[in-house]
Each structure stands twice: as structure tokens, then as C-alpha cells.
């Protein structure tokens, strides 16, 4: 049982190249989110889906994309990488979130680095 | 919108010794979860405890333990008898019982001495 698993785990892009950022899951969770951490601060809600099908937009989801390919797979596209979105990633999931006693799982995040 | 603050950028404590890290939290909502999160130099985000804010009994996990204090939204985190392994940053974080999005804090760097 792997929980939540990200790939890459550093990446290092130059300005206006695009990438996908993979997330898995393999707790059957219904709900996964998409986090960005920037020093300082604590993380932030990129996008979340609910369940599968359905994707919607979190508190900094400006300059990203997001695909719910199936119940386990939630990836994070940046279709022309910016300075600004240097940060770590992180990739989270849950039972389902309009469950009042959800919980986040957290996978083990990616360093992205824009020059 | 919710606001989550640690007023502790960092803190430390000798191995073996008892550390309260402070969370405040701004809310006009009454149903809502808390919850501490472990952040170590792997980066990897590990859940240590979580307050449910209806139960008056605060959460206990082996050498963790919270003091959630509602009326003043106020919700520490106490780690008891420290270990080396409990280095790190630890997040604070507020959820709307209604809602989906988690709220972070800035975090506290705890720092454990030998």
C-alpha cells in the first residue's frame, strides 16, 4: 500500500515549457487535491476533484490545468511555465470530501524549479 | 474566509522535554475540523492529530496531544517526552465542515536538541 504517490520528484523547467505533474493514489480515495508550498507560507489549493469526473478550482489556480484521468489518477499540467510557479508540489487525497470527518493524505511532493 | 496563524516561526526543545507549539485560528463557522500535520526534511506531509470542533474532550495521540480551546479558537499542540525524529515543520490547519479546502498555517520549525 503506497498511499499517495508523485512523480517527478524535482524537476527543472525554463520559462514557457509546459509539464505534467503525475498523482496516484491507491487507497480508493474519492477526493484529490493539488497544492502548491512557497516559503513561508503554509499550502495553498491549486485544484481539487471531488470525485472522478469532476474537477474545480482552488484559492491559486491561475497558470494550471488539471486532469482526473480515473479514481486513482490526478495530474497537474503547467502549459507555459513561469518563474512564479517555482514551488513544491504536493498531491493530496481523501474518502470524500463532503464527509464531515475527511482527511487529507499527502504524497511526497515535487520540487519545481522555473528558470 | 478562515484564517489560520502560528505566531511561532520556530521553536525548540531539549530530547525528552515537553514542547506546546500555538495555533489561532479566525472562524465565524461552529462546525469545523482541525487537524496538525508533520512536515520532516523529506517534505512528505504526515497527519499527527485531528479535533473534531464539536467534541469538548481533546485529541490524544501517544505523546501528542492537543488543547483545543474554543472560545478563544485556540488549538495547540503538545509533544510530550521529544524525540529526535520529531524535527520538523508542523502545520496547523483548519477545514470547514462544510466544506472541502484545508487552511494552513505558516508553520513552526521545531528544532529537538541531544
Known amino acids: 500500500n503506497a498511499g499517495v504517490t508523485q512523480t517527478p520528484k524535482f524537476q527543472v523547467l525554463k520559462t514557457g515549457q509546459s509539464m505534467t505533474l503525475q498523482c496516484a493514489q491507491d487507497m480508493n480515495h474519492n477526493s484529490m487535491y493539488w497544492y502548491r508550498q512557497d516559503p513561508g507560507m503554509g499550502l495553498r489549493l491549486i485544484y481539487y476533484?471531488?470525485?472522478?469526473?469532476?474537477?474545480d478550482k482552488g484559492e491559486v489556480p491561475n497558470g494550471y490545468n488539471v486532469s482526473r484521468l480515473n479514481k486513482r489518477e490526478f495530474s497537474l499540467r503547467l502549459e507555459s511555465a513561469a518563474p512564479s510557479q517555482t514551488s513544491v508540489y504536493f498531491c493530496?487525497?481523501?474518502?470524500?470530501?463532503?464527509?464531515?470527518?475527511?482527511?487529507?493524505?499527502f504524497g511526497p511532493g515535487t520540487r519545481l524549479t522555473v528558470l | 474566509a478562515q484564517t489560520v496563524t502560528q505566531s511561532q516561526p520556530e521553536m525548540s526543545v531539549q530530547e525528552a522535554e515537553t514542547v506546546t507549539l500555538s495555533c489561532t485560528y479566525d472562524t465565524s463557522e461552529s462546525d469545523y475540523y482541525l487537524f496538525w500535520y508533520k512536515q520532516p526534511p523529506s517534505r512528505q506531509m504526515i497527519l499527527v492529530i485531528r479535533?473534531?470542533?464539536?467534541?469538548?474532550q481533546n485529541a490524544t495521540e501517544n505523546r501528542f496531544s492537543v488543547n483545543f480551546q474554543k472560545a478563544a479558537k485556540s488549538f495547540s499542540l503538545k509533544i510530550s517526552d521529544s524525540q529526535l525524529g520529531d524535527a520538523a515543520m508542523y502545520f496547523c490547519?483548519?477545514?470547514?465542515?462544510?466544506?472541502?479546502?484545508?487552511?494552513f498555517g505558516a508553520g513552526t520549525i521545531l528544532r529537538v536538541k541531544s
Open positions: 476533484s471531488a470525485s472522478e469526473g469532476t474537477t
Open positions: 479535533q473534531e470542533a464539536y467534541k469538548q
Open positions: 493530496a487525497s481523501s474518502e470524500a470530501l463532503l464527509l464531515s470527518t475527511d482527511t487529507q493524505y
Open positions: 490547519a483548519y477545514r470547514s465542515g462544510y466544506g472541502n479546502k484545508l487552511v
